[in-house]
Nanobody, 127 residues
């Protein structure tokens, strides 16, 4: 049974920091590209950051320079370090896994490419 379980969401003031974590199980973690998506009510999920099997990363322009995605394949963990948070970062953040080849170079994943989703964790940034 495949599971992705996020943790670390919460409420923070603008300028603050949060770290999201996601642990995967039930699939061969290191053969998947991993990503974080954000969703706000009434809108589609948008990719925020991707990390490929080789550890290369890519970020949406809105988070570049503020967010850092990383992975620990030995522990099936994915992280998103979020600094200098803004109110517009508010939303539900989802951990996502996409089957990809070893030659895939990180770009922002599309929702249609995702094989597994986490349940989501809420991030609220107040001004």
């Amino acid at each position: 049974q495949v599971q992705l379980v996020e943790s670390g969401g919460g409420s923070v003031q603008a300028g603050g920091s949060l770290t999201l974590s996601c642990v995967g199980s039930g699939f061969t973690y290191d053969t998947y590209c991993m990503g974080w998506f954000r969703q706000v009510p009434g809108k589609e999920r948008e990719g925020a950051a991707t990390i490929d099997r080789g550890g290369r990363t890519n970020y949406a322009e809105s988070v570049k320079g503020r967010f850092t995605i990383s992975r620990d394949n030995a522990k099936n963990l994915l992280y998103l370090q979020m600094n200098s948070l803004k109110p517009e970062d508010t939303g539900t953040f989802y951990c996502a896994a996409a089957r990809c080849s070893s030659g895939f170079i990180a770009r922002i994943l599309r929702s249609a490419e995702i094989n597994y989703w986490g349940q989501g964790t809420q991030v609220t940034v107040s001004s």
